[in-house]
Structure formats: C-alpha cells, structure tokens
C-alpha cells in the first residue's frame, strides 16, 4: 500500500505532482510519503496491539532525520546498528529507552554512548562483544541490558546476500553456543541478561522460515527461564518483505503478527520488532530524467541521470523496481523495450534489463518506485557525483529534507598536504 498515483495523467506522490517538485529540485531525487510512512508504522502497531510491544524502526532502512522524526511521532523506537544512527534517532526524537542497538561490530565508544544514553538494549553478537561490553559498564558503575542474538540456522531472505540466520552467516551467537554464553552473561558484573533476539534476514515474504525459528527462539526462552535467566523481552527482529513487483504477495503485517502470537503463546515477554523495508520501502520513489536513447544491434538502452551510485539496490542484489514515467502513458501507446542504465563507469550500473515501458524520449521523467528503503542510505558521491536530494511530501506539501551538496562542500573534508601546496 503506498500514495503514489496518477492523478489526471501525471504521476503524484498524496497531492503533489512528482513532476513539479523535479522541476523545482531537480533530477536526479528521492521523494517520500509521510502518509505512507504512517499508515505503514500504524498497521503494525494496530497488529500487535493486544500485546506488550516495542517497534524499533531499523534505521538502517531509512535514516532521514525527518523520515525518523515522522516516525517518532507514530510512536516509533529505533533499531540502530552504529553511533551514527543512535545519535540520528535521538536527534529525531526517539528516546533512548526506545533504542535497541544490534550490529557484530560495536565499539567501545559506541558502547559507551549506548550506555550514557541508557537505551533500552544492547544486542550482543559474540563471547568477545559481551566481556568488552560488561568491562566498558562495569568501569562506568552501571550495567549494560542485553539479549544475545542468536543465530538459528533457518535459511530465509530474498537473496542470499540478506539471509543472515543461516550457520556460516556472520550474524548472530552459533545455536550450541547461546546457552553457554547467556550462562556466562549471568556472571558478569557490567550485565544484565533481558532477552533473547534473533534476525534471520530481509525481503522474506514467506512466513514459514521465521515461525521455525521464532519457535526455536520462544524454546530456549523458556530453558533460559527455567535456569534461571530473567529473560523476559524476545526481539525477533526485521525482516518482513513488500511487494516490488505486482506477482508479489509477502505476508501481511497480520499474519505476521498472528503468527508471532501463535508462537509466543502464554509466554509472559515483551515483543521487540525491528522492521525496515516493510515501513520505508513502498513509502520512497526515486525520479530520474532520461538523457540518451542509445540504439544497439540487440537492445535499446536508455540513459538516465541517476547512477548505481544513488540506488545501489539492483546492482548490489539485483534488485528489481518498478519503472512509471511521470506522464501516465496513452492508451493507444504499445509498449517499446529497453536496458535502462546510469551514467557511472561501471557494467554494474544497470537499473533494469529488457524492460518494457511505453515509448520514452529525452527529457523524459521516470521514477523508481519502492526505492525508500536501502537507497538513499546506500548511497555514494562515486564519480565525484554529488547525493542527491530527499523529499519528504505530507498532504500538499513538499519540503526538501537532504539538498544536494554544492561541489565546495563536497571537498571541504579534503586537504592538500604542505609538499603540493
Ligand atoms: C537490517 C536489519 C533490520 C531491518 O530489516 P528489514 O528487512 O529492513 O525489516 C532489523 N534488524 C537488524 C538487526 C538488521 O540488521
């Protein structure tokens, strides 16, 4: 569900022609719908209503200040995976003790920041990550709130470069090993054990790997419990897919939900849930302007100003994503097809192969649609190309959310060294 519609032949985001705020901003750009973004957040809310719930929005997704401010006022946590993002999450307005920070690779500063902030739960991914952790607490006379994500060995993920609960997958603590270790968390004097979590991957739109291992989850909850553990929050992370293409059905945030109280039953915990793609990724188009048609013996390819740069998606996991040009297309027009490609000096920066549109000129607008979540995040300044602008509409109106750097600020962080000035 998304508001991205054609509204008397041209395509708008709510209210607001997609073409006016290009012709105001510029191409190449990303526009978000607050509309979108809350209905998203609220039909998950609305589905676990009856239950004790956390929603930790995953920054990572989308971690525009004003996306996660509009979140924020939804009631929205946040699931953040740097120092970076809990500082943006905080700068938003979501309070610290809505915060869980995952991530395998947490520093001591990071750690300390978590810790200052009180936020309201540190996901520990290794034995290494908890000792440093319980040391940085211990030396700050406070103790740190943990789960230890667990790793269950449940394939899942809508490419093998987003599954993240398989063994041999960096994430998470080895299945055989989370016992011992929640035993020695039990010990430590900067720790205190809380929960249990567990994210197997992303774009899953089949509900079944997640129930196998939620339910391995809910199992060792209840051992842990029964020796003694106070494990009384579940996290059972992100990770449900949406529709980037019609043929698409994922599961809906109801089943999800159905199913999460299916398999938590009369156990007493907090559900913590950290979904990404599911609110940001339908709520995003980027727009893009057609430079060149270029003839070839095989194909056609069009040439647009946006690069893998600023949608890394396709490249990075060939991705797919819808394409409408801004100007609904005529009924008498037949369908033309083509390679859409960027301008960046890479064979990788292919936005789309052998995809039919109605016939497309320069000059022409596109827009690329479920691009709000990973894509903008993911962007580069590769090829000296500057970021390009975010959009953030609600209703009738538009404001710009990120500019578009000038070339000045694009260099600023850099220095010529004495020997070259
Ligand atoms: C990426 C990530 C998420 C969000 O995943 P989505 O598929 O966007 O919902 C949640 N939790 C963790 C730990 C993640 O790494």
């Known amino acids: 569900m998304h508001h991205f519609d054609y509204k008397a032949g041209r395509l708008h985001c709510e209210d607001v022609d997609l073409g006016k705020i290009a012709d105001a901003v510029g191409t190449p750009l990303y526009v978000y719908s607050t509309a979108t973004l809350r209905r998203h957040a609220s039909v998950i809310a609305a589905a676990f209503a009856d239950i004790d719930c956390l929603i930790a929005y995953s920054v990572k997704a989308n971690g525009n200040l004003a996306v996660l401010a509009t979140l924020a006022a939804e009631g929205c946590g946040a699931d953040v995976v740097s120092g970076g993002e809990m500082l943006r999450a905080l700068k938003a307005g979501i309070p610290a003790r809505r915060i869980v920070f995952s991530g395998v690779g947490k520093t001591r500063e990071e750690m300390t920041l978590g810790l200052e902030q009180g936020i309201h739960q540190f996901n520990v991914e290794s034995g290494a990550e908890l000792e440093t952790l319980s040391e940085v607490a211990s030396s700050m006379g406070v103790k740190a709130p943990i789960a230890i994500r667990v790793n269950p060995d449940v394939a899942a993920g809508g490419h093998p470069n987003i599954s993240t609960g398989k063994q041999g997958d960096k994430f998470g603590v080895p299945w055989a090993e989370a016992e011992p270790l929640y035993a020695r968390a039990g010990e430590l004097t900067g720790i205190e054990v809380c929960g249990v979590d567990v994210h197997i991957g992303s774009q899953i739109g089949d509900l079944e790997p997640m129930r196998r291992a939620f339910a391995k989850t809910v199992e060792l909850t209840r051992r842990l419990r029964a020796s003694g553990h106070n494990v009384s929050r579940i996290d059972f992370g992100g990770g449900l897919g949406i529709p980037y293409e019609a043929s698409d059905a ?39 302007e057609v430079l060149y048609q270029k003839p070839a013996p095989d194909r056609t390819f069009l040439i647009v100003d946006a690069g893998m740069n600023d949608l890394m998606r396709p490249a990075l996991y060939a991705a797919h994503h819808d394409v409408l040009p801004l100007n609904a297309p005529e009924k008498t027009d037949r369908n033309d097809t083509y390679d859409i490609v960027g301008p960046i000096c890479e064979s990788t920066d292919k936005f789309a192969t052998r995809r039919d549109l109605p016939p497309v000129k320069s000059g022409d607008r596109l827009a690329f649609l479920s691009a709000g979540a990973y894509g903008a995040v993911l962007s580069s300044q590769y090829n000296a190309r500057p970021l390009i602008p975010e959009v953030l509409v609600d209703g009738e109106n538009y404001a710009i959310v990120r500019r578009r750097p000038s070339f000045d600020e694009m260099t600023q962080l850099e220095a010529m060294p004495d020997w070259l000035s």
């Open 250 to 288: 994922p599961a809906s945030p109801a089943d999800y939900a159905a199913m999460v109280r299916d398999v938590i039953g009369d156990l007493p915990v907090q559900v913590i849930l950290e979904p990404g793609r599911v609110i940001a990724g339908n709520a995003g188009v980027m727009m893009t």
